[in-house]
């Protein structure tokens, strides 16, 4: 380990398993086609204030994280790379803030490298590295909040103190400024209870209110801006975001307090079978000053994001980073001290769930097949047994070897993610990437002076990939029901019954372009509301028709 240049393995690592497979799929529904067309907004109409989806007002989120995404696009284009790209490099970021804080905390090369690249390879972090939207960037803010906040209590000289408290404000106020007021309430979550354990309030006194001021600064700007621009936003914002997500009853993704805790397991795979031990060592060692820190990081909230009634698996990820590294703690001991038992049972129930999938899988082809016959889908399906292969192979290295061939999992991750999606069969990718439809008829929609769609997802798809906002919504308002409201885009939607005079009234100024899914029963009521004739096109349940110009 000490020959090993850590840094250069978490640089190729991730390159490899985050950066490679931006481009190679499309947009997965709904957020990517949402959020790739809300920060491509921004580009197009130049207004980086106040988010608006498909030329709507869409206040669920401040334009923090929108900016990125924008700005990714911005810089390589607006394709799918740059779409993601901000989502890898904020995961990439918060690697580097686990092997930096890992050092700080133990001073040990084999700890410092152990902790990173388990952070790098659990799941959810490397899934949502390659995936479009609000999580990764928020999570990389709370963690550079917390690991500033443990650098100031642990910084010696008055200048680097300062600086970390600086530096935890301007975190706060990204994070504010990308998913709103938790971005304020985690670091005071934790940092109060532990300074009162560690009777340093006094310091938080006397230094909190620097971070404070440097969160205001930065935040103040946009703040008053979004005021100025649209009043409104923070009435919407506040009780619809905070207050009824926490805790209205019928609030979105409504999920028992337990939620989080199977969750919690899924998404520190493959490196779950660590989780006992982990936690036994933790409880041993939690009036180390440095345990306890990481421990409240975890739990706290934790317990807290249990509480609301609103969740989402992505909800937990500020919580990864501690347990990554309490996690790296405890492996790195177990192997010094040559206990290879815990190691090689994590190996082992990789190595049984890579089997009931490959077993399932084979089961369902036979039985309800999820692949056609066609030379693209059998491609799919090898290619996706070969991943279960090598997630397979990787982690029985670990078993048998664990003392030496312990970051095997890494590999077995790392393919997973980067060649699955490309794995899928075409029931899914063909209903839940509608981009990838869009893109074989761009040409075609081009040309059209109209769009209609009854679907969100495939209304921000065409949206984004023609550059036009001006996609009316047929039946259909979801998310958008809010900016629906305002009186300049009462045009904006149509119902059945006003259809076919739409339809009529657009194709008087030229061709029109029609996409909607039609996979349930009343999405086929809708379709049969629209005119016979046009050219047709059909990928799944998506149907696409492109009516001519009449006079």
């Known amino acids: 380990m000490p020959r090993i240049k850590p840094l250069h393995l978490l640089l190729l690592a991730f390159a490899g398993f985050y950066l490679l497979p931006l481009g190679l799929h499309g947009l997965w529904t709904p957020d990517e086609t949402r959020y790739a067309q809300v920060s491509q907004q921004m580009l197009l109409s130049g207004n980086w204030v106040a988010p608006h989806f498909m030329g709507m007002r869409y206040f669920e989120k401040p334009a923090g994280g929108y900016w990125l995404i924008a700005l990714g696009q911005a810089v390589f284009g607006q394709n799918l790379f740059g779409v993601r790209i901000a989502s890898a490099l904020t995961s990439g970021l918060s690697v580097l803030l686990a092997y930096l804080l890992a050092r700080r905390l133990w001073n040990d090369p084999r700890k410092t490298f152990a902790c990173a690249l388990l952070y790098l390879s659990f799941g959810l972090i490397a899934g949502q590295a390659g995936y479009s939207n609000l999580d990764p960037l928020f999570t990389l803010w709370v963690n550079l909040s917390l690991v500033a906040l443990w650098f100031a209590l642990d910084s010696q000289t008055l200048p680097g103190r300062l600086s970390a408290w600086a530096i935890v404000g301007l975190a706060c106020a990204m994070g504010f400024m990308t998913k709103g007021f938790l971005a304020w309430a985690l670091p005071v979550l934790i940092a109060v209870p532990y300074m009162l354990w560690q009777r340093r309030l006094g310091e938080l006194l006397r230094y909190g209110p620097l971070a404070v001021l440097v969160a205001a600064l930065v935040c103040l700007p946009w703040v008053w801006a979004i005021h100025v621009q649209e009043p409104d936003f923070w009435r919407f914002f506040f009780w619809n975001e905070h207050i009824r997500r926490f805790s209205a009853e019928d609030a979105q993704h409504v999920r028992p307090w337990w939620f989080f805790l199977p969750i919690m397991t899924v998404a520190c795979l493959p490196w779950a079978g660590l989780l006992p031990n982990t936690l036994r060592k933790t409880w041993q060692e939690k009036t180390q000053a440095p345990i306890r820190f990481l421990a409240l990081w975890l739990l706290l909230p934790l317990g807290f994001f249990s509480l609301s009634n609103g969740k989402l698996p992505t909800y ?185 005079d739409w339809l009529k009234e657009a194709r008087r100024h030229g061709p029109v372009g029609v996409l909607l899914r039609v996979g349930s029963t009343s999405e086929m009521a809708e379709a049969g509301q629209l005119p016979l004739g046009g050219k047709r096109y059909n990928k799944g349940y998506l149907e696409l028709t492109l009516y001519p110009q009449v006079p």
């Open 316 to 500: 937990i990820m500020p919580c990864l980073l501690p347990l990554a590294l309490l996690m790296g703690h405890t492996l790195i001991d177990l192997i010094s001290q040559g206990k290879a038992r815990s190691i090689g049972l994590n190996g082992l129930l990789n190595f049984a769930i890579g089997m009931a999938a490959m077993i399932g899988l084979i089961y369902l082809q036979i039985a309800r097949p999820l692949y056609g016959n066609s030379h693209a889908e059998m491609f799919s399906l090898s290619l996706t047994f070969i991943v279960l292969l090598m997630w397979i192979l990787t982690n029985l290295l670990q078993a048998f070897r664990p003392l030496t061939l312990w970051a095997m999992p890494t590999l077995g991750i790392g393919l997973l993610v980067v060649l699955l999606p490309a794995g899928m069969p075409a029931l899914i990718t063909d209903n839940e990437m509608p981009d990838q439809f869009v893109q074989e008829h761009l040409g075609e929609l081009q040309q059209t002076s109209a769009l209609l769609s009854n679907q969100l997802e495939s209304a921000s798809a065409l949206a984004w990939r023609l550059q036009r906002p001006d996609v009316t919504l047929y039946n259909t308002e979801g998310e958008l029901r809010y900016g629906l409201q305002y009186p300049d885009a009462a045009q904006r939607k149509v119902d059945v019954t006003q259809v076919q």
